[in-house]
């Protein structure tokens, strides 16, 4: 066991730290730690890009997806879902009112619609890229195979954002159906930035059967990744999936594990998530408090926001929306801290 003592030299080495030490950083009930864990997460975050918090403008394309995820509120076996899809002129009309916004990175995000593949995909992509031709332009629609991912990257696609959602390959398969593997996405991640594209990964903090060696594992294969994203949010459950009865993951370990990431990451851009801020009015200030540098505005259609529900009681208006840029600048004044309207793109290493 790690003394107080001993578990902040390992915050002053932490990316060498082993992941023993990691858990044991998880483990502690000691807050002096956890604040102090807070301030080197926000002070590096400062120290690389400033007080600037990063917008990206989120257009959800398709809440029709072929995989069946126990968590997942769109899981394909759920039929209470209003499902959807985009248009390829709702997505463009959605770029168009973001960019007159002044949104410069869109985040075209859905489940594995088999409507959204091939051809038609990378023909949006390619108008969004001729469109907007400095904005950048990330996916986070699922896995494909090497050629897809490819072809969309040089349709103009700049980044890819694929959780992995747990390393630990037991629990993997206890949130997924065994059509699912484990192996496949992390391929996909290997694929992805041999590819080019800046990458982001990420996990759900406390999802059931999740332990603190789960996460240190995570946090090692993170850290390895070397990713330029970093997507992180807490399991939340949405009651039409079968672990629709579990409690939400916790707030503190979301930040802890946040701050973490942040100290192996120093480059990596790191969201304050849509479902930080559901599952607290103050979680988003709080995960910008832990290292994070990004807000990822909802472009969608407001028709459609109300249909993408991952998790219960998700929120997309207010703040959370394209619309309420206002609103959240009024907020990051509390703490100090400006939108900057550029790409936002990761430092080179």
Request: hydrophobic letters at 35%.
């Amino acid at each position: 066991m790690l003394t107080t003592k001993s578990k902040s030299d390992t915050l002053d080495h932490v990316a060498t730290a082993s992941i023993p030490e990691l858990k044991a950083l998880l483990d502690s009930n000691d807050t002096h730690l956890e604040h102090e864990l807070q301030v080197r997460a926000k002070t590096l975050a400062e120290l690389q890009f400033g007080r600037r918090i990063y917008l990206r403008g989120l257009i959800e394309i398709s809440n029709v997806c072929r995989n069946d995820c126990y968590y997942c509120g769109i899981r394909s076996g759920n039929e209470r879902v209003t499902r959807y899809r985009l248009t390829a002129d709702e997505v463009m009309s959605a770029c168009e009112r973001g960019y007159e916004i002044g949104f410069r990175t869109f985040v075209l995000q859905g489940g594995e619609d088999p409507y959204w593949r091939g051809e038609r995909l990378v023909s949006l992509v390619r108008n969004i890229r001729t469109s907007y031709p400095e904005c950048a332009i990330t996916l986070s629609l699922g896995e494909m195979e090497y050629a897809e991912y490819e072809a969309l990257f040089h349709a103009g696609a700049n980044r890819y954002l694929l959780r992995h959602e747990t390393y630990d390959k037991e629990h993997y398969e206890s949130l997924h159906p065994s059509t699912m593997a484990q192996e496949h996405r992390l391929q996909a991640l290997r694929d992805l930035k041999q590819i080019g594209y800046q990458v982001g990964t990420g996990v759900m903090i406390g999802s059931p059967g999740q332990t603190t060696a789960h996460l240190a594992q995570d946090l090692d294969f993170i850290h390895r990744l070397q990713p330029a994203m970093i997507g992180v949010g807490p399991f939340i459950p949405h009651e039409d999936t079968p672990l629709g009865t579990y409690p939400a993951g916790s707030l503190s370990m979301t930040l802890r594990f946040l701050a973490l990431c942040r100290l192996l990451n120093p480059r990596a851009l790191i969201p304050a998530t849509t479902a930080v801020a559901t599952l607290h009015p103050e979680g988003r200030l709080a995960a910008i408090r832990s290292g994070c540098n990004v807000v990822m505005p909802n472009l969608s259609p407001l028709n459609h926001r109300a249909d993408y529900a991952l998790y219960n009681n998700k929120v997309y208006s207010g703040s959370e929306a394209a619309e309420g840029v206002a609103l959240l600048q009024a907020q990051l004044d509390t703490i100090g801290y400006q939108i900057d309207w550029g790409r936002g793109d990761a430092p080179a290493s």
